[in-house]
């Protein structure tokens, strides 16, 4: 296969991944929605604090 | 000095007054003169101007003035970061290829606690694949076998800290950048949650996967880095105002009874048998040492890549086009393709990804952290393989290879979740095996607690290799 075909083929097979999931998004799916999930993600936060930067251990 | 002590031990010891930061930072640089024209896992040596720092610390301490937890501890960084005074190739021909308006925030947080720059890392051109080969500046090569890859893109961060060039090394990891040459060459590195640590001041190549991360010898030498690495940047808009952790003194906390979920199917397909017994026996270890340790089903990791791999192609044609554009001649084949591969991306796909991606996120919230605590994967499929066979072939074939290569790390750079890969043996041929454990967002407190125990109950981590 040549480099450009190798390419096209690997392109194409990406973008049908994205066309067979995108159908099942929903409208209120949004990228920002990434950022929000990493923060419900988290552990409850009770955790001890950090000490101030430059603190010696 | 030991040639391979922990950042930890050399930080202990200054303090203690045994040993002075300008004897420290003479140990390093007289061994990189010594190795590292054999090894390639430096750029730049920035020597004149370590030993001058090291001169001021060390006068300080005189003084009684400590910088913070890394006084004297020498470091160094991923020619990637922009540090003034210095050349940042990022791996391509060009020597000063990225210029940021301010030093790279994540260095300058280091140095603040106390570090000694050594120099610039050897990596991959433009931080693109994943075995740790450079044409530009010579292939960076593996301390416990020279002919094998080192894993990429963090090449010489790998290398640097195998070999006992420095204590500990930043690096990025964009699909894996961090985790692969850390496992190839058994040392420890983290990559944080996404926004964790500030990308400012470090060449992006991918916005929306970039991370950069510790690297050292130990878990706790990881938490000694990322306690001065981390928290909110006003320079990075996507850096996190998350509250951070005190991760040193949680290292203490127990690992009894937490959930450790190994997920079958996609982790285990296709993975050399060493490997695989070498991963199946760190997870024994953590079950022996009080955690639970259960099979669990994820979202499709395939599609977490395909996913992930598309948002990175498309972003890295974007900021790299210019280069692309310009100068193509300069590009090695492989970096050439990816970029080419990038440019077309329709709009339409590259934005129902980054849905999807949001989705994805959300979704292994509920599927997955509510049943566990921890994921305990493998973190390459086979021991680092030999350079010239992994170069050698059609450019699809080295595609293939490097996407193979980087299969079980790139999900959990879509995810923006911490994951820490940690050696756990030896292949027969004396090449490093490792596995990753990779926790819940913003908990990098978790992962580098249970790494740091499961380095306490095992020894892989202070094994050394045999330099002459």
Known sequence: ?57 | MPDFPSLAAVAASIRQGKVSPVEVARHHLDRIARLDGRLRAFITVDADRALAAARGLEADAGRGRWRGALHGVPLAFKDLCFIRGLPTSCGTRTAEYFTAEQDCTAVTRLLAAGAVCLGKLNMTELAMGALGDNPHHGHARNPWAVEHCTGGSSSGSGVAVAAGLALGAVGTDTGGSIRLPAASCGITGLKPTYGRVSRAGAMPLSWSNDHLGPMARTALDCALMLQAMAGADPLDATSSSHPVADFVAALEAPVRGLRVGVPLDFFFQGLDAEMEAGVRGAVATLATLGAHVAEIRLPDPQVLNDITGLISRSESSALHARLLRERPQELDAFTRARLELGLGVPAYDYLQALRLRARMARAFTREVWSLVDLLAVPVIPEPAPPLRAALEGPLEERIARQSRFSRLTRPFNGLGLPALSLPCGFSAAGLPLAFQLVGRPFDEATVLRVGHAYQRATDSHTREPDLG
């Open chain 1, 1 to 57: 296969m040549s480099e450009n075909k190798f390419l096209q083929a690997e392109l194409a097979a990406l973008l049908g991944v994205i066309e067979r999931l995108a159908g099942e998004l929903s409208l209120a799916e949004e990228p920002a929605r990434f950022a929000a999930a990493l923060e419900d993600g988290a552990p409850a936060a009770g955790g001890r604090a950090a000490p101030g930067p430059g603190s010696p251990r």
